[in-house]
């Protein structure tokens, strides 16, 4: 049981590049979720998926797409990186919504020159 | 705009003493959680506390929620060395979650 995972751990990406950040789940979660946290900022809420073929935006969805075809992957897509884009993302998944327990992967390190 | 915000924003104990952290939080909320992060990790879940809820234990943690001051706190007896981290309060309004901006804890061995 490998719980959430993430690939890859780090990224550098040049202005206006595009890329997928990969996240997976085996515990047949529901839930899925992405964040990205920035120093003093917390973690902030990209979008969310509250099961296959349905997601929502969340708190700061602006330059990120998202999509769910199957429970168990949820990949989160740059398609024109800017710098303001820098940050640490994580990928999150519970049972059935997120007033479960929230069971993150290792996080990505984005670098967008 | 962000739900939760804690404080102290930083926080340095010798190890035995006590840790309190607090998390105020801006709308009514269904369940607070608390989660914990050490440097450069995920954030592992610690403690759920429902809204009905007054108070909360799991081995040295103890949470408390006051709704009618839409606040939380933490509290971690006899700390480690090992309880070094930052500490998030999180609520949940919908489908949404919402994180505060952490207490980062030192525990001095």
């Known amino acids: 049981n490998a719980g959430v995972t993430q690939t890859p751990k780090f990224q550098v990406l040049k202005t206006g590049q595009s890329m997928t950040l990969q996240c997976a789940q085996d515990m047949n979660h529901e839930y899925m979720s992405w964040y990205r946290q920035d120093p003093g900022m917390g973690l902030r809420l990209i979008h969310y998926?509250?099961?296959?073929?349905?997601?929502d935006q969340g708190e700061v969805p602006n330059g990120y797409n998202v999509s769910r075809s199957t429970t168990e992957d949820f990949p989160l897509r740059l398609l024109s990186a800017a710098p303001s884009q820098t940050s640490v993302y994580f990928c999150?998944?519970?049972?059935?919504?997120?007033?479960?327990?929230?069971?993150f992967g290792p996080g990505t390190r984005l670098t967008v020159l | 705009s962000q739900q939760g915000e804690e404080d102290p924003q930083a926080l340095s104990i010798q190890e035995g003493e006590n840790a309190t952290m607090n998390c105020s939080y801006k709308?009514?909320?269904?369940?607070l959680q608390w989660y914990r992060q050490n440097s450069g990790r995920g954030l592992v879940h610690l403690i759920l506390?429902?809204?009905?809820?007054r108070e909360k234990h799991s081995g040295r943690l103890r949470v408390t929620l006051d709704t009618s001051k839409k606040s939380s706190s933490l509290l971690i007896t006899a700390s480690r060395a090992a309880d070094t981290a930052s500490y998030f309060c999180?609520?949940?309004?919908?489908?949404?979650?919402?994180f505060g901006t952490g207490t980062s804890l030192t525990v001095i061995p």
């Open positions: 709308t009514s909320i269904n369940n």
């Open positions: 998926s509250v099961g296959a073929g349905i997601t």
């Open positions: 506390i429902r809204s009905n809820e």
């Open positions: 999180a609520t949940d309004a919908g489908n949404q979650f919402y």
């Open positions: 999150a998944s519970s049972q059935t919504g997120p007033w479960n327990e929230q069971f």
